[in-house]
């Protein structure tokens, strides 16, 4: 039977620098959400990850979803190359202790 999965949800606002160290310290799961500055936030994080001695994969959520060209035959290119550069990217980062998922329309990280 699988575990529940407890994921703290903080606003960008209320976290500061010593709640996310001690978060990242005990290796707990959490949403970032009304982020407005994306980039300033994902490179907080992934520093913050970094600096601990742990590793982190960065990557945009609903990515797959470029993979979807590849059935429509004028970007099917486009698709082809999303795919393969998913897939470089999973390698170069494998398993990573902590996944950073971007996602700007809904504003969280």
């Known amino acids: 039977m699988?575990?529940?999965?407890?994921?703290?949800?903080?606003?960008?606002?209320?976290?500061?620098?010593?709640?996310?160290s001690r978060l990242i310290a005990e290796k707990k799961s959490f949403q970032i959400v009304a982020v407005k500055h994306l980039g300033s936030v994902v490179n907080k994080l992934e520093g913050t990850i970094e600096k601990s001695g742990l590793r982190c994969r960065v990557y945009t959520e609903y990515r797959s979803a470029a993979m979807t060209g590849m059935v429509i035959p004028v970007v099917w290119s486009v698709g082809v190359l999303s795919a393969l550069g998913i897939a470089a990217h999973n390698i170069a980062t494998f398993n990573p202790d902590y996944e950073i998922g971007k996602n700007k329309l809904a504003g969280t990280v």
């Open 2 to 20: 699988a575990k529940d999965i407890d994921i703290l949800d903080f606003s960008a606002d209320e976290l500061d620098d010593e709640t996310l």
